[in-house]
Structure formats: C-alpha cells, structure tokens
C-alpha cells in the first residue's frame, strides 16, 4: 500500500508577533515546524504502517529549501522518502496553486491508495488545500476524520461534526484529512534525524519535474489577491466579570440575559 | 572557530526539549516525592533511540556524537534530573566501556541490547571503603576453571536494581595494587549477585542508588571486559566520559533554575511591580545567565573534543567542575529569587537545588576534578 502525507512547513505561531504596520507575520527568528494537523496526518500514516506489512509512506511538500528540515524531521518520524517541491516558480502560491502543485507531485510519484493531509495550516486556516487536491486528482475525500478504519480496499472514517460526527466509507483511493483528536503523534527518533539528515530519501523537485501546469502555480496563477492584511479594531463594549462561584455566576447571567431579553 | 550546532544537533535539541517538556516535566515531583524508579520514561527514550545516542547504528546506537547525547541529557535535566542521570550512567558508565574495550562477541550480546535500551546500565566501581581512591578496591574476582568467582561489596551505584547488565571492577591480583584490578560485565541474573541497600537520598530521588553484593558470584571467563588488570584504566578513562554526562547535567539544572526564576520574577509582583523591575534582581539573572553560558561552553568543547578525537581528560573534568558549582550556585539563587515560596515544594527550585549538589560529588568530586585538572597541569 502506497500513503501519501502531505505536510506543511509553518512558523510556530505560539512564537509569532504580527507587525502592526503591515499586518503580516514577523518571521524572523521565529522556529519553524510542520503544521500541528499535518502531524496527525502522518501520525495516522505511520500507524497504517506499523499495523500492516508493505506499506510505504511518502510525504510531500512544497516551499522553499528549508522546508527540508520539515520532511527530515517526518522520516526522523518513520515516513519512508519525502519530496520537497522546490521552485522559484511556486512561490507566492494561493492555496488553489499550491494544491494544483501538490497534485502535480502526487501524480509524479504515481502510485498512491490513500492521501493524508492535515485539517488545515496555523499560519493560514484556509483548510482549502486538501480538498482542492481530492478534486484535481478526482477522488473521494473525507474531511476532519477523528477515526479512521482501513477495510477491504475501501476506509471508514468518522467525520467530526460541530455536535456529532458522521460514519462515512469511500473506495481507495480516497484523500483524508486529519484533525488533532485522530491521534497523539509520536516523536522523530535521534537515530531517525540522523538518517534523514543524510539526505538520499529526500528529493527536490521543480516545476518542470512534476509536471505541473504553468499557468495554475505561483503568485500569477493563483486567483487570491490580498490587498491588504490588518488586525481589526476591536470592538468597545463594556466588559463585567460577574463574581461568586460557578452556581452563583450562571444564576446571575441567566438574569442579566433575561433582562436584556436574550433569553 | 564555529560555535554552531549543526542541523542534527539543532533538531535533537528541539525534539528532547518537547519530549522533556511532555514526558518529563509532568512526573518530576511525583518521583522526587516518591523515590520512584520513572521506568516508563526509559522505555519511551528506548523507542526514540535516546539510550544509545553517540554509538553506531550497527551496535544498536543512533550513529550521533558527544554534543547531541551531552544536549540530551542537559535538556531532560532541565526538568528533571533524575532522567538525566539514568541516561547519562547508563550511556556513558555501561555503554561506552562495552564499546571502547569489549570484544566483537562482547558488544554483540551487551552492547547492542543496551544501546537500543532494550537493557539498562550501571557501572559498580565505588565500595564502602574505596570512593576517591578508587584504586583501594577489595572486591576480588578469582578465576576458578570457566568462571572468575566475585566476592565483595559496591557502593552508590547509580540504575543499581534496575539496571540488567553491570560493569563491576574487582582485584584480580592484589599485589599490583591499581594494576591488579579487572573489569567484568555482570548479569543481574548470575548466581550470587544481589541487590543491598537501596539510598535515601537528598536529590535525584527517582534515580536508583543501590548497594550491590557478591557473594561467589559467578561471572563467565568471556566476560572480562579488557585485559586482567585493565580495569583501573577502564574505570578512569570511562569516567571521563562520564564526567561530560554530569557537567551536562548539572549545565541541564542550571538552566532549568534560571528559567523558572526568570519566570517567576516577571510574575511576582511586590511594591507595585514584578520583581524583574528590581535591578539587584536583574543583576543576579544576568550573573547566572552568564555562568550558565561558560559551563555550556566547556560542556559542549569536551563533547566535542571526544567525539572528534582529541584528549578531553582535562576539558571533561573542568567541564564538571565548573557546570556542576554554576548548578549549585544558580540554584541557590534561584530559591532566592522565588523567596519563601522557593523553598516549599510548590515550586521546582527546591527540588533543583537539592539535584544540584549530587554533581559536586558523583563520578568524582569536585576536588577529584580539580586533582585532574592540576595533574595535566603540571605533569
């Protein structure tokens, strides 16, 4: 069985200031990790593999060459190879570019019976990425799995609604996306760094190598243009801490909310 | 000269910093409190390849160097001594000595099981009356047909009944003094070895520290680590390399007080503003902050000077010299900074400062290092 992780190198947004000027995010200094919901991907990738034989898993990514260290740090996991899409030419990609170039990669690396994806980025929180892939490469996709079973050539996955969830099943190949409740994932080995650093189960690939269609990649291909990035004013208002304990404090908001005829 | 870590040694940073922070952290009262044996922490770093980290792969090791084990040890002590010192006897006391002096067939039973943490380690040199002069030994190992026979008594040791396999250094021939001394590796299982008294100590109080006693302990002949009569040299030269284990260690609390006193004075809050505004206070920081860089600067340069080659007797015992007095010193001033409440276990620095003082006096005191340091000194 082929996997397909794809993961995203993220600054860590715990650490991250926005510049008040620009609106955008100061990069600088600021360490560099994969995406939190891109782990649980791989996670749940990994323990296919440990559960069952001939499984290879291979994570994919775009950006630039330190993204490297993203996909060292997935095969310090335990993922088999890792390709970084790397290209002048992918740079300022919206998310419809971006999943159009990770496609290209998926179909570059051909045989695949399951795609992972993390929910979504913290430095974006579009969640757009994985579906538009499912879409380019016309399969199934099943978003915001908490639980996922492998069955005979087909998965079942539980699909986290906002008070619920749904028990959906889809043929292979079929693209998941992960939520931080699928799983725990584990640590990079020391041993696994170590191999990973030596570089021969990484490879860089360009546009031209993957194929991917010129007009669909970078800053002039992708259809997003932000015009401006600002935080907004917040909103006055008077702001009462209501004392007491909790019982106290929930008698005394169902008051106010009735006098303010809320309830 | 280039003071980086390279990429490996920059991400094993990352990744033990967050399994410290996860793993670590959370029980690090509970097993100073109770004197509890973490064994679920040696599996974990077992399955992360944490217990082998400077040996080959192909003897079970992460096929990483001295900085990276020595930053694994520095960043679980941070939080947590205790981890630290398992790791660092168990690598540096159980696996090295395997790796340096054992036989092909000796690292292939020993050395693999032990590095991959399938087994743990513990190195039996000290006796009730053989500490600093280590050389005083009157355990004895008798050759009698296939076996060497053992009979005597260890000291303080360190995994000491929960460790598997053991170095054990006993007299082979008396009359030779330190040259009459031979090391052996043991099996917790051999007939007449046992487990004496388990210390309750002042620090690292998760960390076993036991008596071990033979009793016609019967070792087989293959199991003579080295040459008869290596064993004093064995023991020295592994003690060097432990003594960067320890400075990373004592380096490890250090940092663990500064931070959590740097954390807490920005919160504390007396005459209308956090203590961090106070400027004595600021001075004390920047002092230890300073300290704590100098012992890291030695820590890393004996780490280096091993895994490259080059002599680190010297630079190993200033190393623990130094980072273990910078340890009890910081983490004295961290119970001052926290004030009363330092000195209540409500806080981290208490226990910190009770682990600190362990690393002026294990795999030698401070004034054993400072005889080392002299000795290269003015040979």
Redesign the interface.
Known sequence: MNIIVCIKQVPDTNEVRIDPVKGTLIREGV?SIINPDDKNALEEALRIKDKYEDVKVTVLSMGPYQAE?AL??AI?MGADEGILLSDRAFAGSDTWATSTALAAGIRYIGDYDLIFCGRQAIDGDTAQVGPQIAEHLGIPQITYVKELELLDGKVRAKRVLEDGYYVIEAEMPVLITAIKELNEP??????????G?KGDRIKILSAKDVEADEDNIGLDGSPTQVNKSFTPPTKGGNLEMLEGDPKEQARELIVRLKEEKII | MDFKLS??QE??R??MR??AENEVKPIAAEIDETGRFPRETVEKMA????MG?PFP?EYG????DDI?YAI?VEELSKVCATTGVILSAHTSLACWPIYEYGTEEQKQKYLIPLAKGEKLGAFGLTEPNAGTDAAGQQTVAVLDGDNYILNGTKLFITNGGEADIYIIFAMTDKAKGSRGISAFIVEKDYPGFSIGKIEDKMGIRGSSTAELIFRDCVVPKENLLGKEGEGFKIAMKTLDGGRIGIAAQALGIAEGALEESIKYIKERQQFGRPLSKFQGLQWMVADMATAIEAAKLLVYRAAYNKSNGLPYNKEAAMAKLYAANVAMDVTTKAVQLHGGYGYTKDYPVERMMRDAKITEIYEGTSQVQQMVIAANLLR
């Open positions: 360490p260290d060292v740090e310090a584990r640590y990079p080995s020391i041993k696994g760094i170590y191999e650093y | 990429k490996e991400m094993i990352t990744v967050e399994f399955r992360y390849h944490m980290i792969v090791g992460a096929g990483g990276a694994a």
